[in-house]
C-alpha cells in the first residue's frame, strides 16, 4: 500500500518535473519587503498566468545593498539571477559593468518587443539612459520625496492648514508657531542625503557634481560645497539648535515620527503615503518640498529614487526573450496603475497617470498625485534629470556622515561640506580608476 | 617493560590532525592569504577588471583621516568593553559564588545571554533604547533626561557599548565562577581567621588565584570587541552619528560587503588583523609575567 503510493507519487512528480521543464525559469532577485512584496509576487503571477511558455520565479533577497552584494556574489560564482533590481544608488555601480549586464534597449529590440523610452517621464529617462539615450535599465518602483504636514498641529498652532509653506522662509516662520504652541518635535526628515542634497540640488537647478551629475563621464567631481549647499545644512544645524529640526536617521525612520503625530512636518519618500494613511490619526497633506525664493530658476523639478530593472548577462537567448516579454507585460498602463495605486510608488508613464487620474483615484486620495507634478514641474536640467556617482553607496554615508556632524553641532557647515567633497572625491578616483577599462 | 602506551606508527599522529588541520587551513588560512592578496587589487563590483596597485589601498587609508580617527574609536570602544565586561562579569561571579540557596537559578538565568546572537542583541538593545518609542527612553525622559542616541555621539557609544558588554558577560561569568570555585576554601577561611576582612580577603587571595582566567579573559575580549561587534553595531547605530561608532571591524564589513570595495575593505582587515596579533603579542608578552599560575 505504501509503496504503491511512493510509486504514485514518484510517477506523478516526474511528470509534473517534466511539465515545468516546458516553461523557461525567470529568476527575479528583488528587495520588496512586506506588503510591497506581495504587491510584486502579484504582477510575477499575473505574467505567468497570462502566458506558458516563460515562467518568472521572484526572490526577496534582503535590503537593496543587501540583494545588490547577493549578486555580484552570485555573478562571480556563475550563477546570477537574469532580472536583478538595483537602487538608484548603484545605478553607476551596474552601468560601469559592461558585459555583466545587458542593456535593456539591446534587449527590447534583440527580442523584437516595442519599447519607447518617450512614454516614461523624463526624469525616469534621463536617470536611467547613457549619455546617448539608451536606456540600460527598465524602471520600475520610482518615488521621490515630498513634504507632509500634520494639518490638525497646524490648527492647535494657529495657522492655517490650507497653506503649506512653499518657501523654506515661510516654513521656519510656521516652525516657530509650532514650536511655540508646544509641539515638541517640528520636522523631521527622512533620507537626508536624498532630501537635503540631491533633491535639493535639482529643486533649485544647482549641479551636485561636474560633467552632469556624474552623467557625463567617471571623471566627475562632488560640488555639493557650494554657497547655496552650505547655506541650507547651516540652516538645518541651525533649526536643530533652536529645536525645530530633529534628525532621525540616515532612513526612513522619521516617517514614524510623523505618523505618530510626534513631529508636524515631515520630508520623506512619496512611498511613506501608505503607512501614514494607515497609522495617522490626524489630518495631513502632501505638499511640493520647500525652495529657497531667491534662488533664481527654483523651484525645478524634484529626482526620483527607488530601483530599476537591470538584465544580467551570461544567459540563454530564449530566456533573454522572457524577460523582453516580461517587460512589455510590465510596461501596460494598466500594469503601472495597479503598481502605483497599489504601492504609493510615482506612476512612471504619462499614460499610467492619465488613465490613474481618469480612475478617480486622485480625487479619492488627495496628494498622491504631488509626486507626479514635483517630477514634471519644469523641463528637467543638465542638474535635475539625476545623478550617477562610481560607488555612491559609500559618497552618500560620506554625506550623511557630514550632515549629521553639523546637525550635531560638532562641525561647521562649511567644513562639513568641504570635508564631504574632498572624501567624496577620493571615492569617485578610485571608482574610476577601478573601471577604466 | 615500558608502561606507556605508545603508537608506534608514523602517520597515526598526522591522521588524527588531519580533520583539525584542514579546517583550519580552509577556514581561517585561506581567507587570510586571500585578503592579503585582494588587498593589492584595485577591482570593479563585478571582478571583470582586476589591477594589481601595490599598496595604494593601504596608502588611500592612510590619507584619510577618518580612517585614522577610526582607531581612537576603536580603542575607546574595545577599553570600554573588555574593562566593563570584565569588572561587570566578575563582580557578578563573586556574588554568584556566595549564593547558597537557588544559585542553579541565578547561575543559569546569568548564562542566557551567550545564546544569543550579537545582531538580536543589537535589534533588542535598540528597541529598549530607541528614540521615542523605547522603554528606557520613556523612563529618562521621565526623569527629565534627553536620550537621542541617532544625533548624540557619546550616547551612541553608550548604547554600542552596552550591547556588546551585556552579551559577553555571561562568557566572562562562567569562567570566572569555574575559577572561583576552584580556589580552595581552606585558604579563604585562614586569612579569615588571621582577621583579613571579605575585601582584604579579596584582594590579596582570590584576585591574584583568579589572575590567569582574568588574563584569558582580557585576551578574549579584546578580540571580542575587535572583531564580533558589527553585528551589534550594524544593528543599532550603523556607525553614526557621523562616524561616531564606525570602528575599524565595522568599517570592514561596511566597505566589504554593503559598497564592495573589496580591495580596500581587504586592505582593512589586513590591518586589523595585523593590529590584533600585535596586542595578544603585547599582552603574552607584559601582561602575562604579573600572571600568577
Not at chain 1, 516595442?114 to 516614461?120: E, G
Not at chain 2, 570602544?77 to 566578575?90: D, E, H, K, P
Not at chain 2, 591574584?208 to 551589534?232: K, W
Amino acid at each position: 500500500m505504501t509503496r504503491k503510493t511512493l510509486l504514485a507519487a514518484l510517477v506523478a512528480a516526474t511528470f509534473t518535473a517534466t511539465g515545468a521543464q516546458a516553461q523557461t525559469e525567470i529568476h527575479w532577485w528583488h528587495s520588496m519587503g512586506g506588503a510591497l512584496g506581495d504587491k510584486l509576487n502579484e504582477l510575477a503571477n499575473k505574467f505567468n498566468a497570462s502566458q506558458n511558455q516563460y515562467k518568472v520565479v521572484p526572490s526577496y533577497k534582503g535590503s537593496y545593498p543587501d540583494s545588490l552584494t547577493n549578486a555580484i556574489a552570485a555573478y562571480r560564482a556563475g550563477n546570477a539571477p537574469h532580472i536583478l533590481q538595483v537602487f538608484e544608488v548603484g545605478t553607476a555601480t551596474m552601468m560601469a559593468a559592461k558585459g555583466a549586464v545587458v542593456p535593456v534597449y539591446k534587449l527590447m529590440k534583440d527580442a523584437d518587443e516595442p519599447f519607447d523610452p518617450k512614454v516614461y517621464l523624463p526624469t525616469v529617462t534621463g536617470y536611467y539612459s547613457d549619455s546617448k539615450g539608451n536606456m540600460l535599465s527598465f524602471p520600475f518602483n520610482s518615488s521621490t520625496v515630498v513634504f507632509y504636514i500634520n494639518k490638525d498641529a497646524y490648527r492647535k498652532a494657529g495657522l492655517d492648514p490650507n497653506k503649506a509653506p512653499k518657501t523654506w522662509k515661510e516654513f521656519i516662520a510656521n516652525a516657530e508657531k509650532l514650536k511655540a504652541a508646544g509641539q515638541s518635535c517640528v520636522y523631521t526628515s527622512g533620507w537626508p542625503a536624498w532630501m537635503h542634497i540631491e533633491n535639493f540640488s535639482a529643486w533649485h537647478n544647482v549641479p551636485i557634481g561636474t560633467k552632469e551629475n556624474g552623467m557625463g563621464g567617471l571623471d566627475t567631481e562632488f560640488q555639493v560645497n557650494s554657497p547655496l549647499h552650505v547655506r541650507h545644512i547651516a540652516m538645518l544645524g541651525d533649526m536643530a539648535k533652536k529645536g525645530l529640526f530633529t534628525y532621525a536617521g540616515r532612513t526612513n525612520q522619521a516617517e514614524a515620527k510623523f505618523s505618530s503625530g510626534e513631529c508636524a512636518m515631515l520630508t520623506s519618500s512619496t512611498g511613506a503615503q501608505a503607512n501614514i494613511r494607515r497609522m495617522a490619526k490626524f489630518e495631513w497633506s502632501v505638499n511640493f518640498i520647500p525652495y529657497h525664493d531667491d534662488v533664481k530658476g527654483a523651484p525645478q523639478n524634484s529626482i526620483i529614487g527607488g530601483a530599476s530593472l537591470w538584465v544580467m548577462g551570461g544567459k540563454t537567448n530564449n530566456a533573454y526573450k522572457g524577460v523582453a516579454k516580461f517587460f512589455s507585460f510590465l510596461s501596460k498602463p494598466e500594469i503601472q496603475m495597479e503598481w502605483h495605486t497599489g504601492t504609493g510608488y510615482v506612476p512612471i508613464t504619462m499614460a499610467a497617470y492619465d488613465m490613474t487620474r481618469k480612475s478617480g483615484f486622485y480625487d479619492k486620495n488627495p496628494g498622491a498625485d504631488i509626486a507626479v507634478k514635483q517630477l514634471t514641474n519644469k523641463a528637467p536640467t543638465a542638474n535635475s534629470k539625476g545623478l550617477r556617482f562610481g560607488n555612491y553607496v559609500q559618497g552618500r554615508e560620506v554625506i550623511e556622515e557630514e550632515i549629521e556632524q553639523v546637525i550635531a553641532g560638532k562641525k561647521d557647515a562649511k567644513a562639513a561640506m568641504d570635508d564631504a567633497v574632498r572624501r567624496g572625491n577620493e571615492i569617485l578616483r578610485k571608482f574610476q580608476a577601478a573601471n577604466k577599462g | 617493560m615500558e608502561k606507556r602506551v605508545v603508537f608506534k606508527s608514523a602517520w597515526l599522529p598526522y591522521a588524527l590532525l588531519l580533520p583539525q588541520l584542514v579546517i583550519t587551513a580552509m577556514f581561517f588560512f585561506w581567507p587570510a592569504i586571500q585578503a592579503v592578496y585582494y588587498s593589492f587589487l584595485l577591482q570593479d563590483a563585478f571582478g571583470m577588471t582586476s589591477q594589481f596597485v601595490w599598496f595604494e589601498n593601504y596608502a588611500a587609508l592612510f590619507r584619510d583621516s577618518h580612517y585614522l580617527s577610526s582607531f581612537k574609536t576603536t580603542a575607546f570602544f574595545a577599553t570600554m568593553v573588555a574593562g566593563s565586561g570584565i569588572l561587570i562579569s566578575l563582580l557578578l561571579a563573586t556574588m554568584a559564588d556566595s549564593v547558597i540557596k537557588g544559585a542553579l537559578v541565578y547561575k543559569t538565568f546569568l548564562i542566557w545571554p551567550y545564546a544569543v546572537a550579537p545582531a538580536i542583541a543589537g535589534v533588542l538593545w535598540a528597541f529598549i533604547f530607541a528614540p521615542s518609542i523605547g522603554i528606557v527612553t520613556y523612563y529618562l525622559k521621565l526623569l527629565g533626561f534627553d536620550w537621542n542616541w541617532i544625533i548624540d555621539p557619546e550616547q551612541a557609544m553608550a548604547l554600542v557599548v552596552i550591547a556588546s558588554v551585556w552579551k559577553q558577560i555571561s562568557y566572562n561569568f562562567l569562567f570566572f565562577l569555574a575559577g572561583l570555585q576552584s580556589i580552595p576554601k581552606s585558604l579563604i577561611e585562614a586569612a579569615a581567621i588571621d582577621g583579613a576582612g571579605p575585601f582584604r580577603r579579596f584582594w590579596t587571595i582570590v584576585f591574584p588565584l583568579l589572575s590567569p582566567t582574568t588574563f584569558f579573559l582580557l585576551v578574549i575580549n579584546i578580540i571580542y570587541s575587535f572583531f564580533d561587534t558589527f553585528g551589534v553595531i550594524d544593528a543599532t547605530t550603523q556607525g553614526g552619528p557621523g562616524d561616531a561608532t564606525k570602528v575599524l571591524v565595522y568599517k570592514v564589513y561596511y566597505d566589504g560587503v554593503k559598497a564592495a570595495d573589496l580591495g580596500g575593505s581587504s586592505a582593512q582587515s589586513v590591518i586589523l588583523m595585523f593590529v590584533v596579533v600585535m596586542l595578544t603579542v603585547v599582552q603574552f608578552r607584559y601582561v602575562e609575567r604579573r600572571v600568577q599560575y
